[in-house]
């Protein structure tokens, strides 16, 4: 065994991927070596500005300093125990999600996949202890759940499920945020509703305003469970902590993920006490909670916290669609922009979002497009209202080499 074979016999990236790794990405040609706040350098010495952060995950950006030496000096000290002792960062960590959300106790798990597949598991126990056996969970058409078979299962896209059907029975989907629908879909099989504040894979789609209170309150009159999938919207990135916050429409059962540990893979799931139904033995995991991931997260959420995180992504967000607005406003093909905070979505009026996005790679911006209609920004919360003008003037270019509106103009 050798290291750095396939560099060593000249074959590029893409050669050793298509020999190496299996076939499920639709991978950038660029290769990424360092990173730095919300800039990213490709091994050929090519500077990019990130505003995708690995999906909603690098809220600090790349490189943090205390990201960085919290995990420097827990992996120095103790890395893994399993969960059959206690350790101080699971404990702290805890604490701090509790404090950031609603009254609730935490179970942590390793993604967003395995958060969401664990809050299935309680809403199920749930429905079995206190509800007589029912086990349906509502969720949304265009919802996006994660990839494991349960997870899949509560996920609406075809596209996704068909080619691993059968999936676990015991999911509905209805239209997002059709509340006669939902009302509908209520009976005495259902256990629990299931959906994300704003779904995100699916083109970065918000509630109306008032819906998720209205949806709260029906949870309430027939007795079923929210769970609220705030592994995109989470963290601080729409301009508060979690998105249910802007209507106070607290969940039974939240799920956490991506940008928790700023890059470091975590996940948790937050109950409050009267969904908070596991007892010993019901679920585990070897690595969920592990010294390592909670030292990052602490630190991840302390530094959200102390450096007005959530603020800046209330102020900076707005100021970043309206300088997308006003992009439209100049001939870009531009049909609206959706979302809150630092998690935005901008609809095209032509189907060119695959190349747009490749031609602001060439122009030294990283942008994630949802299919051909769609662009998806989803930035460190750490971006300054400079960054975003040097955002928005890359993007004004790459439209201009698709759309030739004259950006510069
Ligand atoms: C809302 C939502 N839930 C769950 C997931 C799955 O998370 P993971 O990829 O960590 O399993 C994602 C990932 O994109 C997501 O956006």
Known sequence: MSTHAGAAAGRTPVERAKAALMDTYQRQPI??????????????????????AGIAVNVLGHNHPALRDAIAGQAATLMHTSNLYYTEPQLELAELLVASAFPSRVFFCNSGAEANEGAIKLARKWGKVHRDGAHVIVCAQGAFHGRTMGALAATANPRYRKPFEPLPKGFVHIPYGDLEALEQSIDSATCAVMLEPIEGESGVIPLEPGRLAAIRRLCDERNVLLILDEIQTGMGRTGRWWAYQHEDAAPDIMTVAKALGGGVPIGAILAAPRADVFEPGDHGSTFGGGPLACAAAVAVMQAVESEGLVENAAEVGDYLAESLSALADRGAPIAGVRGRGLMLGIGLSRDVARDVAAAALDEGLIVNAIGERTLRLVPPLVITRDEVDEAVLRLGRAFDAVAGYGADA
């Open 31 to 52: 290769t990424l070596r360092s990173g730095h706040g919300v800039w990213v350098t490709t091994d050929d010495g090519r500077e990019l500005l990130d505003v995708v």
